[in-house]
């Protein structure tokens, strides 16, 4: 029993950062309509902007906050000249995010090479509690995520903006009529899934190594994590990575570790059958124009 709680607190620390990259994809596919591949390698470009930043000397949660500024500016540059344009031919959109995936990787490849990238450990301690041992840095991942998940969803339910954004997703032209800038409002829903994706990137490193091919394969885990929840619930994306979660820690202890990818999604796909809609049910966003 030990050993199961132990590869299931390990397998917690994993899936916040897995939550966090569904989040951003869940906000950004289900609430502004973008299907946007390339969010993997968002989170890829913050966890080696952190690199560039611990290596440099800076303290990893001062470096933490680059990667997000960093990754946000991304972003930002991404939205207004690539993704602004495909808004209401989403299959455009998404070609073109898996053309900029692959530029990114290339873009890092050539400037730091394909060596994978480590930091140390931000805070090298130990709790021991019944047996069951946590590391610190493990136990801040999910500390940061629960606190990200805390502000987003109060963001998302109770703020003026996100009251706007829903009624844009619910009904544009009349939220347009209303005043509501809808553009800018999926600009800023893009920005913020970004800033999410450099966080994740830079609690990934401070966990395990990372490569500038990382993205191609967390891209696939954080689809998988909203759409079981569904499409623009951020409450669904925390469910989602839990349950992934959870498949990880099954398959560790009594499965094949190795395939712990292939029951991720088979789980996803079991979901999806049972319920097309994701666990607590989703909405797909508006095409601004």
Not at 110 to 132: C, F, M, T
Not at 234 to 255: E, I, K, P, T
């Amino acid at each position: 029993m030990d050993i199961f709680l132990q590869q299931l607190i390990n397998s917690l620390s994993v899936a916040s950062v897995t939550i966090l990259i569904g989040m951003g994809i869940t906000l950004i596919f289900g609430l502004a309509g973008i299907v946007n591949f390339a969010h993997g390698e968002f989170l890829m470009v913050g966890g080696m902007v952190t690199w560039l930043l611990v290596m440099a000397g800076v303290n990893f949660f001062i470096a933490m906050f680059g990667a997000m500024a960093a990754v946000g500016v991304l972003g930002y540059v991404a939205e207004r000249t690539l993704f602004r344009f495909t808004l209401n031919r989403p299959m455009n959109g998404f070609i073109m995010s898996i053309g900029l995936s692959v530029i990114l990787q290339n873009v890092v490849i050539k400037a730091l090479n394909e060596v994978q990238k480590s930091i140390p450990d931000p805070i090298a301690k130990v709790w021991v509690i019944g047996g069951v041992d946590i590391i610190a840095m493990r136990a801040i991942v999910v500390a940061i995520t629960v606190v990200v998940v805390a502000i987003t969803y109060f963001g998302i339910t109770r703020s003026r903006y996100g009251v706007a954004l829903r009624a844009s997703v619910s009904d544009q032209d009349t939220a347009a009529l209303m005043g509501i800038p809808v553009r800018r409002y999926v600009t800023g829903v893009f920005i913020y899934g970004s800033v999410l994706a450099g966080l994740g990137g830079a609690l990934m490193i401070a966990l395990f190594p990372i490569t500038p091919f990382t993205g191609s394969v967390v891209i696939i885990r954080g689809f998988a994590v909203s759409l079981i929840g569904g499409l623009g619930n951020v409450g669904g994306a925390v469910v989602g990575g839990l349950v992934l979660g959870l498949v990880d820690a099954l398959s560790a202890q009594y499965g094949y570790p190795q395939w712990t990818d292939a029951y991720s999604l088979v789980v996803m796909i079991v979901i999806l059958i049972l319920r097309p809609q994701g666990l607590l049910g989703g909405t797909l966003g508006p095409r601004a124009t």
